[in-house]
Every structure is written in structure tokens, then in C-alpha cells.
């Protein structure tokens, strides 16, 4: 028997209805551990981190500058950009570098990369050539953005961002996957704090237009450090925003609603934290913090770790509730892709383990068994619950010709079915029950009869033949496995299947009437035949009132061998063969209501 799937289970664990989408949700069923880069990390400050073809860049403090008090007193300890190698943990595997292109003297980054178009979007110091040797004179050097590519190995100015003012800052970069929208931070004109956050659409490469993302995101503060996270995501950080554990935090948002979540005690401290970015692989991450007072700021490692659940269950035969032990449980996902299996143990039990938030469906496969369909959501402990079924073939014939009868009609509970072309039809249903089955065909009586489940063992297939009697007076019908013992009227019990079909076929049809006629051969005496035959037509009828058919429906009567059906008559020498013919039971309807 082919295994059989059942039990199809939607499980939704806890995902909240505030949110939307599957990308909300990735922050908020995710644990974090952080760990400070002390091979990267230095006295001074090291911010930004930005993953670029596989590298992590970010920015940090020239070495010439460590310790320069007067450099940190007029902002001009500027940033370079740097890069190491990462292992598939995240975890840098080499000393920092400087990225070819940078270290100009003049702050570089944060820094943004967009891998569909191979751009990297950078802050970098607003100054002129001019200026550049008037850098003691100055008290505060503006922000702008610019766009970048590498060219034979070294990053360089393509684009200036074409909305740069020098009145003002533009700053902290964050590109989307596309390379068409970008949000930045400025201090701006018309904002709503110190530094707001701003969104530029690019359609066919002219950027639009910069416009204040609103005051569900901006906020009297300070909005910094944007970066896009997983599934269009966007973080940033705020020291105005509600829930503030320190200064600057990181929240993150779906810019469809703008619902701005804090990312926790974990990701967060009572100081600055800001510049969060997501690996692609979604298990790790980076973020600066000056969250320790004897350093500046540091990058640190975030490794990030579903939270888990356990989805528990058992598997029990539906309406006994009896544990289905060696069942296979499979866990998938909501599109059916499979994800981890388990047996079902002695009392049904199984247990899966799964990331809490995601959709799941669970389902079980045991021979002979099989379940409705079910919906099921916030609720880890499942019951599958089992039909145990059987598959039953019947077969339709006609009593007198054993033709098979093609659109009869088969009658089971609420469910109909209709024999084919061979008579044949297949019937599945739950083994639990007695079944009763009509049998409906026109022109012929109704068969009604009940399917006993103990039959079907394991699952096992069985096969029915089921005859049919046509409906019409005067009809006889043959019953060819009728036996007597010899020259005696006692029934054989090989007799009795045959005989049982018509005990059947009266229960069924309680207005139909019989005559049960019996026949001899010509041999021995015709009075002696015409006593024998009254003797088993008496017989019979005694049966049929034995298995409860009331007498005066039965008319038993002997012919004896006054109607052979061939020439074997006396004096005439015939074969055993030919003599049988003419020894016979018949049935002759002698009335039925229509």
C-alpha cells in the first residue's frame, strides 16, 4: 500500500499583528551576543562598518593622529577608511588596511555599498583644494556625499551627490539593495530636531529631490547612522526617540508604517550605539558603541541567534484517541518544504525544536492511515489525529450471467460512488466504523449489506463481489452451488454463501415473495424423484425461515424430473455431466411491490 499523508498542520508561533511582514519579525524572534573586534579596534575612534564584496570596511582614525589633543580639540582627528578579512563567523581574520583610494587627510566615511551597481556611497570632508591649506583656520568642516567605484583596484570620485550644500551636513549614507533609494542624515533646513533623516529616489539616474522621512522617525535630537537591514528594513540611530536606554540607540523601521522599534538592552547601552549592519547571511552583524568609558568608540561582532520553541505533539487514532507509535512526522515550512522529520515514540509523542516567528506546517505518514486537513495558529502542543482506513474494491455482477454491470450505484454513509466500465468500484473510508452499503442499479434489486472493519488487518486490501437479481415476475433464478448429500435432502454447508445472497436479497426487498422449486435427474423412480425434490425444496425453505425470513413469503415445491433441461429423460443414456444439469435449485419471483 502506498504510505499515505496526513495531518497538514499551519502553525504561526507567536508572530505579533502590530508588525508586518516577514522581515519585521526578523528582529524581534533573535538573540544577540556582541563581542568587541580587539583586532581591529584601536585607542581611537572606529565606527561604520559596512560589508563590501565580502570585506568589512569601516572607518577609523589615522594612526598619525592618535593621541593629537589639539587635532581632537579643533575635529580634525579625520577618519580613513579601512578593510579586513571576515571568516564565515564574522570574525576578522587579518589586521586592518587601508582601502585604496582613501586616507586624503580629510574625514572618509561612514560608508555605504550598493553590490547591484557596484557603488560606494561615502561622507567625506566638504573642502576645497584652497581650503585644504587653510585647515588651522577653521572651526567646523562640513559633510558631503559622493559616489565611488573601483577602478583598477582603487576607489574613486564618480558623482558629487547633486543636492550638497555647504551650508550644511550630508552624511551617513545608506543605500538600498537596488542602488535607487537613499537616506541620509542633515542638519538641514526645515528638519525637525538637530539632524533629521532624509530620503532620494533615483529614476533613470537623476536622484530626486531630498524629502524628510516625518516626524515618526525624526525627532527634536538627533537621527544618525542609517543603514538598510533585512528585508528593506531600515535602522538608524536616535537620542530622541521614546524607550531611549542611554544616548544615541539603534531602532529600526518598516518605512511602510513607520512603527520605530528600539533593538534592546542587548544591542543597546546607557552611551552611544549607532551604525548597526546585517551580513546577508542574517547570523551576524557589526555596530560601534563607546558603551565602555575608558575608550572611544569600538566595532563590535554581533552574532545573532534565533530564538527557539519547541512545537510537542503526539499522534493518536481519532475517536479511540489510542498513541500511533513509528508514525513519521515531518516539519516543514508553510510551502511545503521540508525541514527535519521525527518518529512518533511509544505513547505518539514527538518534539521539534523550530526559530520562533516563522510559519510552519506539520504532517505524518503511517501505512494505512491517513487525516483531515487542519488550520491551527499559537499553539505549540499539536494532536494529529489519525484515520486508520481501508481500502475496499467491489465488484458489480449480474446474478444469472456474471456480466459485470457498468453505473451501479454504490450508497456508503453521505458518500455515493459509481461502478465502471468492469463493474468495478474502489471505496476508502475510516476502519473505525461498521459501514453499511446499498448497492443500487435499475432494473435490478437493491443489495444492502454491512462491511465488518475486523476483515482488513494492517491496512490490507480486500476485494467483494456483489450480484445483483433483476427485477421481474416470473423470473428464476439458477442457484449453481447448491449440494445435497446423496440421495438425501440435509443442505451441504458449501451451500450456504449462495443461499445467504437470497436471504440477503429478501431481508432487503420485504414485499418480494419466492418460490423455491427443485429438480431431479431421471434416475430412480419418478415418484421417488418427486418426493426427493419436495424434500429439498422443504429444506431450503427451512433454511431461509432459520435465518429469518418469514414462512408465508416461501412457496417450496418439488418437480422432480418432470422438467429436465436437456434429453436425458429414462432409458436414455447420458453422462454424469450431462445428468447434472437436469439436478437443480431455482428461485422464481412470484410477486414484489413496484
Not at 272 to 283: A, C, Q, R, T, Y
Not at 305 to 329: C, E, M, W, Y
Not at 474 to 494: A, C, H, N, V
Request: aromatic residues 12%; proline residues 4%.
Amino acid at each position: 500500500m502506498m504510505r499515505i499523508s496526513i495531518l497538514i498542520l499551519l502553525i504561526f508561533i507567536g508572530f505579533p499583528n502590530a508588525l508586518k511582514g516577514q522581515s519585521v519579525g526578523f528582529f524581534d524572534y533573535v538573540n544577540f551576543r556582541i563581542t568587541p573586534l580587539t583586532l581591529i579596534n584601536t585607542t581611537e575612534s572606529d565606527i561604520s562598518p559596512v560589508i563590501v564584496k565580502g570585506d568589512l570596511f569601516f572607518s577609523s582614525v589615522r594612526e598619525e593622529f592618535f593621541g593629537n589633543e589639539m587635532r581632537d580639540e579643533q575635529n580634525t582627528s579625520f577618519y580613513d577608511i579601512y578593510r579586513t578579512k571576515i571568516n564565515d563567523k564574522g570574525s576578522p581574520l587579518n589586521p586592518r588596511e587601508l582601502v585604496p583610494g582613501f586616507g586624503n587627510l580629510f574625514h572618509e566615511g561612514p560608508a555605504s555599498y550598493c553590490e547591484a551597481t557596484g557603488e560606494l556611497f561615502v561622507t567625506v570632508s566638504s573642502i576645497s583644494d584652497e581650503s585644504r591649506r587653510k585647515i588651522r583656520k577653521q572651526k567646523f568642516i562640513r559633510l558631503r556625499l559622493v559616489i565611488m567605484k573601483e577602478v583598477d583596484g582603487k576607489w574613486v570620485v564618480i558623482e558629487d551627490f547633486p543636492f550638497n550644500n555647504d551650508e550644511y551636513h550630508f552624511a551617513h549614507p545608506a543605500i538600498s539593495v537596488t542602488g535607487d533609494s537613499l537616506v541620509f542624515s542633515s542638519d538641514m533646513k526645515g528638519g525637525y530636531g538637530n539632524s533629521d533623516l532624509y530620503m532620494s529616489i533615483r529614476k533613470a539616474g537623476q536622484w530626486n529631490v531630498p524629502k524628510n522621512l516625518g516626524k515618526e522617525i525624526n525627532t527634536n535630537g538627533n537621527e544618525v547612522f542609517p543603514t538598510f537591514g533585512p528585508g528593506g528594513l531600515l535602522l538608524f540611530s536616535s537620542n530622541g526617540q521614546k524607550n531611549n536606554f542611554g544616548q544615541q540607540d539603534i531602532y529600526y523601521t518598516s518605512l511602510e508604517d513607520n512603527v520605530v522599534v528600539n533593538l534592546g538592552k542587548i544591542i543597546n547601552s546607557e552611551f552611544d550605539d549607532f551604525g548597526l549592519v546585517i551580513h546577508p547571511s542574517g547570523e551576524f552583524g557589526y555596530f560601534s558603541s563607546n558603551r565602555y568609558s575608558w575608550r572611544n568608540d569600538d566595532i563590535y561582532l554581533v552574532e545573532i541567534f534565533p530564538v527557539l520553541v519547541n512545537i510537542r505533539g503526539k499522534v493518536v487514532v481519532s475517536h479511540t484517541q489510542n498513541p500511533v507509535k513509528d508514525a513519521t512526522v515531518y516539519l516543514e515550512d508553510c510551502e511545503g518544504n521540508k525541514i527535519k522529520s521525527v518518529d512518533s515514540g511509544y505513547l505518539g509523542n514527538f518534539d521539534f525544536q523550530v526559530p520562533q516567528g516563522l510559519c510552519y506546517q506539520v504532517h505524518a505518514e503511517k501505512l494505512g492511515f491517513e487525516s483531515d486537513i487542519k488550520t491551527q495558529a499559537g499553539n505549540s502542543f499539536i494532536e494529529l489525529n489519525l484515520k486508520q482506513v481501508i481500502n475496499y474494491k467491489l465488484v458489480v455482477k449480474d446474478f444469472e450471467n456474471e456480466k459485470s454491470l457498468e453505473n451501479a450505484e454504490v450508497v456508503l454513509g453521505e458518500e455515493k460512488w459509481k461502478s465502471d466500465s468492469k463493474g468495478v468500484i474502489n471505496l476508502k473510508f475510516d476502519s473505525i466504523h461498521n459501514y453499511v452499503v446499498n448497492v443500487i442499479k435499475d432494473g435490478f434489486f437493491d443489495y444492502t449489506y454491512e462491511i465488518d472493519p475486523a476483515r482488513f488487518v494492517n491496512g490490507a486490501a480486500i476485494t467483494d463481489t456483489i450480484r445483483l437479481f433483476r427485477k421481474e415476475s416470473g423470473r428464476k433464478f439458477l442457484l449453481k452451488s447448491i449440494e445435497y448429500y446423496t440421495d438425501m435432502w440435509r443442505i451441504m454447508p458449501q451451500s450456504e454463501p449462495e443461499l445467504n445472497q437470497f436471504v440477503k436479497l429478501l431481508e432487503n426487498n420485504p414485499t418480494l415473495k419466492f418460490e423455491i422449486s427443485s429438480h431431479t435427474d431421471s434416475r430412480l423412480e419418478d415418484e421417488y424423484n418427486m418426493w426427493l425434490s419436495q424434500k429439498r425444496a422443504d429444506s431450503v425453505l427451512q433454511y431461509l425461515v432459520q435465518k429469518g425470513i418469514p414462512k408465508e413469503r416461501l412457496v417450496a415445491k418439488g418437480y422432480g424430473e418432470t422438467q429436465l433441461l436437456n434429453h436425458c429423460a429414462n432409458g436414455v443414456n447420458c453422462t454424469e455431466k450431462q445428468h447434472l444439469v437436469n439436478r437443480r435449485t431455482e428461485f422464481k419471483i412470484l410477486d414484489y411491490k413496484k
